[in-house]
């Protein structure tokens, strides 16, 4: 039983002797207190950095909304082959006890419709409801990211450290990938001595094997992994799966438990809600932020409770792209004369707060195929029974794994690159450098459908399906994240603006066709009908057909980025500088992927981890 779910049920259970009570790393919600930083969001970058902070023997508070997702969600956010419960687009495919419910605002044609955003509330944040997926950005989107924020820590070679010290890497058990070899860079991961596990699966998923051979012969070379600042290719990817139990790595599973387990621990507020940060002056002009106001969750007819966190040094907000900048605003902090609309009075005018959201749109077609997939399970609750049995009894089978695990990565080639208009060809290559990918291809062991509901998609008719999605990984459009009221206890209006740059539509519609053809590939080879399943090819054929298609069943892979932007001083739109501290505050810091100053390639879980370490080794060396 892991150490939380001990907390929660004894919490006068003695780590060991010598050490405190896992009570004592909960806070008395309701009760003012005072800690040397106050971290708002226990999720990914927060409990990093808390961990971190703690280690150095600093008090820290962690203010997260929700709770533990182990008892919360139970084995659908631990086990690796239920993660897409709750994740589908439909508005109300989400569980409250660990998702926001957050639904987009209409999106404008082809979409014309609102999408469920999933996000993680519960300890652990979205490391704690993603994908796995464990990758690091290419060197010149390091280098790109170093120039736009003018400090050249942030270049590659200068950021490997950080990206390797939150893991633990675990190298694949070769005899497991009998029909298929997986190349990896070992010095990408060494020494990995973190606390974050990072392996492959136990087990492979067949199809894996024939999407390998397929992307290689569609031009996509095998590369040495997604880690050595090389993407561009295809290879198999590491997961943030233990490879002992075969369950979630997460912040809290990895961080926390460890903190936990070593007696230093940052000071937990469960079921807690920031609703303001709070300022004050001292000897200076310059606002400076003392604490927070919380309000504690109340249930079945228990009111809520205010009661007030203050921090001596700092308080950081790590709540994620929606929240962080959503705290911001309401505190005062945004641009003041839409602040001025909800009578809120004006902090700091920063006017790019809850600006520029990057984000990836995903769709993707099905046909039948001749391996084992997640129809096989859907199709049949004897052999269902029969995986959940071998994943108890060996941690390894179908359930500890998510999908084939094998990704492609390209620029659009020929003959689709010439099928985009000119302008589109141009917006990208101005914008991205020459190793950022504008596409990445996520085959999927199953039956996605237009992604309302990842559990009710599957035909169920007795045959097998698999999925191939495209990600659209250098998007050109940017959303908004505003505010609907004055009050943390409303959702903010969360507004993606997916596909409306007109570049990003264009590499859409030419990128399926691409999709068609790696199908014909694998439909050659004999591993998949030649039939498309869905959506059809009598049903989708023109250009217009597609887009519209299109409009109808992307969804997001949850990226969401930017709204808190880094910059230099010079840039009017930037809400950070490049060690996450809001322009003209003092002891205020915003740490989580809304301080990128645009989205990585890619998955961006890497990323948060290495910015909390590398920030929090900033603020030690600060105050040591």
């Known amino acids: 039983m892991s150490p939380i779910l001990l907390s929660l ?17 909960f806070g008395r919600s309701g009760v003012n207190a005072e800690y040397d930083y106050v971290i708002v969001g226990g999720g990914t970058a927060g409990l990093t950095l808390a961990t971190r902070l703690s280690e150095a023997n600093a008090s820290v508070a962690v203010v997260e909304a929700g709770g533990f997702y182990e008892t919360d969600n139970g084995n659908l956010s631990v086990v690796p082959g239920y993660a897409a419960f709750y994740t589908g687009s439909d508005l109300d495919n989400f569980q409250p006890l660990i998702d926001w419910g957050i639904s987009t605002t209409v999106q404008q044609k082809p979409i014309a ?18 994908f796995f997926v464990y990758q ?15 400090d050249d820590s942030f270049t590659w070679d200068k950021m490997l450290p950080y990206f390797k010290k939150s893991i633990n890497y675990t190298a694949s058990v070769y005899g497991t990938y009998t029909n298929s070899s997986i190349t990896q860079d070992p010095d990408a991961f060494e020494p990995g001595n973190g606390p974050l596990q990072v392996s492959f699966s136990n087990a492979v998923d067949p199809l894996g094997t024939w999407v390998q051979r397929a992307f290689i012969e569609a031009g996509m070379p095998q590369t040495a992994g997604f880690s050595s600042g090389q993407l561009l290719g295809s290879a198999y990817g590491p997961l943030t799966i233990d490879p002992t139990t075969g369950e979630r790595s997460s912040s809290e599973s990895a961080f926390l438990q ?124 004897v052999l269902a029974a029969e995986l959940v049995k071998l994943y108890l009894e060996t941690q390894s089978g179908p359930l500890s794994i998510f999908g084939p695990g094998y990704y492609g990565w ?45 559990q009710t998609q599957d035909p169920k008719d007795g045959h097998n399906y ?35 740059h007109p570049a990003d539509l264009d590499l859409a519609v030419q990128s399926f066709k691409r999709q068609r053809q790696i199908w014909d590939t694998l439909a050659a080879m004999g591993v998949a009908d030649s039939d498309e399943a869905y959506p059809g090819f009598a049903n989708v054929q023109t250009d217009d057909e597609i887009k519209a298609w299109i409009g109808k069943s992307m969804t997001t892979v949850y990226h969401a980025s930017g709204t808190c932007k880094m910059g230099n001083g010079k840039d009017e739109s930037a809400v950070v500088d490049s060690k996450g501290r809001v322009f003209g505050v003092a002891g205020l810091r915003v740490v989580d992927a809304s301080a990128f100053p645009f989205l ?9 981890y290495a910015l909390a370490e590398k920030v929090a080794e900033g603020i030690l060396n600060e105050t040591s």
């Open 466 to 500: 698999a999925s191939l999605t495209t990600s659209l990984v250098a998007p050109l459009s940017r959303g908004t994240v505003k505010l609907a009221s004055s009050s943390m206890t409303t959702l903010p209006l969360v507004d993606p603006a997916w596909l409306t």
């Open 136 to 150: 690091r950005p290419t060197v010149q989107a390091m280098q790109k990211w170093a120039d736009e924020v003018g």
């Open 600 to 608: 990585t390639p890619g998955h961006p879980q890497s990323v948060v």
């Open 9 to 25: 049920i004894c919490l006068a259970a003695v780590v060991q002797s010598q050490q405190p009570l896992y009570s004592s790393f």
């Open 410 to 454: 390209e620029k659009l080639p020929e003959p689709y690159r010439s099928l985009l208009s000119n302008s589109s060809r141009t917006a990208l290559d101005a914008a991205f450098p020459s190793d950022w990918p504008e596409i990445e291809w996520l085959p999927q062991a199953a039956y996605s459908g237009d992604n309302s509901n990842k």
């Open 113 to 130: 419709r609102a999408l469920h955003y999933a996000r993680g509330k519960t300890f652990g944040g979205s490391s704690a409801r993603n």
């Open 258 to 381: 460890h903190a936990l387990k070593q007696g230093r621990a940052p000071v937990l507020y469960k079921n807690t809600l920031a609703t303001r940060i709070l300022f004050g002056t001292g000897n200076s002009t310059t606002p400076q932020a003392t604490g927070i106001q919380a309000l504690t969750a109340g249930t079945f007819g228990t009111g809520s409770v205010n009661f007030t966190l203050s921090a001596r040094k700092e308080v950081i907000l790590s709540a994620g792209a929606f929240q962080s900048p959503q705290l911001l605003m309401v505190s005062g902090i945004g641009n003041c004369s839409e602040l001025a609309a909800f009578n809120i009075a004006c902090t700091r005018n920063l006017v790019g707060v809850g600006n520029n959201m990057w984000d990836h749109p995903i769709f993707g077609s099905a046909h039948r195929v001749q391996v084992n997939t997640a129809s096989a399970s859907a199709n049949n609750p």
